[in-house]
């Protein structure tokens, strides 16, 4: 069974850049879709970008043009750039598949935008 652990939050200033990193224990290179998830205070959690096997992404609207997500096989491990950052993007951020499979949710890395 495949682990992930996310890294990479913080604190950041509005308009500033995080990169999210997510490492697998074990081989995602079977796994068609990855995924980085979000969840803030008092929403559900979401799906904010998506990647095939490869290469092919997805975002939701409100993150279109700023951010980028990547995915490298070899090093088991997906990356979620996240570039002119909103207070509105402040959220617990997580990885898995998609779908999801609830056995791979992690601890998540903390993402707060605040001035």
């Known amino acids: 069974q495949v682990q992930l652990v996310e890294s990479g939050g913080g604190l950041v200033q509005p308009g500033g850049s995080l990169r999210l990193s997510c490492a697998a224990s074990g081989s995602i290179f079977s796994i068609s879709v990855m995924g980085w998830y979000r969840q803030a205070p008092g929403k559900q959690r979401e799906l904010v970008a998506s990647?095939?096997?490869?290469?092919?992404?997805n975002y939701i609207d409100s993150v279109k043009g700023r951010f980028t997500i990547s995915r490298d096989n070899a090093k088991n491990t997906v990356y979620l750039q996240m570039n002119g950052l909103k207070p509105e993007d402040t959220a617990v951020y997580y990885c898995?598949?998609?779908?999801?499979?609830?056995?791979?949710w992690g601890q998540g890395t903390q993402v707060t935008v605040s001035s």
């Open positions: 898995n598949r998609y779908p999801f499979w609830n056995a791979y």
């Open positions: 990647i095939t096997r490869g290469g092919s992404m």
